[in-house]
């Protein structure tokens, strides 16, 4: 097991002891946006049990600004059968007033060097659109698109499309070596 290297002083594992303010960034997101398809935000508890779950296998970042949880990125699982182990999908939630400096694009990356230690080759983005920003965003860091579900959807009074999008960050081995959990590759 390698040591937890690599990831910036400011850039940390979140906890269950984080949720509650985890949850504060997420719930505008819920409420006022379609970003998340969530329409009712969860409880404090629900959110720990993501935490933990979600942690015990893949990385699940925090950014924190003067000792402040500013943001937090995470990745999971795209789909439950074994022969998907090698994807996953990608998640980023940045606290209003933290947008635009430049943490997305930090915690993307912790999170895109964890997940091919781990052996991941396909990371997604799945994003509602129109959210240019977003689109942006994972076209600068080198996310392709693959394709558009048409009125998957509906939040907030309308039938809303979702992009896919994926950046290939392993090489497609003919005997790939197992999904490694993320404590096998770092201590946490």
Known sequence: MEPCTGLPPFIRFASERDAPSLLSIYTPYVEQTVITFETCVPTVAEFKR???????????????????AAAYAYAAPVRSRAA???????????REDAHRMGIGRMLYAALL????????????????????????????????????????????????????????????????????????????
């Open 50 to 68: 993501r935490v933990r779950d979600i942690g015990s296998v893949y990385p699940y970042l925090v950014y924190e600004r003067e000792g402040v």
């Open 84 to 94: 998907y182990q090698w994807t996953a999908e990608l998640s980023v939630y940045v």
């Open 113 to 188: 060097s964890l997940l091919a230690r781990q052996n991941i080759k396909i990371v997604y983005a799945v994003i509602t659109t129109p959210n240019a920003q977003s689109e942006c965003f994972h076209e600068s860091i080198g996310f392709d698109r693959v394709c558009v579900f048409p009125k998957c959807g509906y939040k907030h009074g309308a039938w809303r499309d979702v992009l896919w999008m994926q950046k290939i960050i392993g090489e497609f081995d003919d005997e790939p070596e197992l999904l490694r959990p993320i404590g096998e590759v770092i201590t946490l």
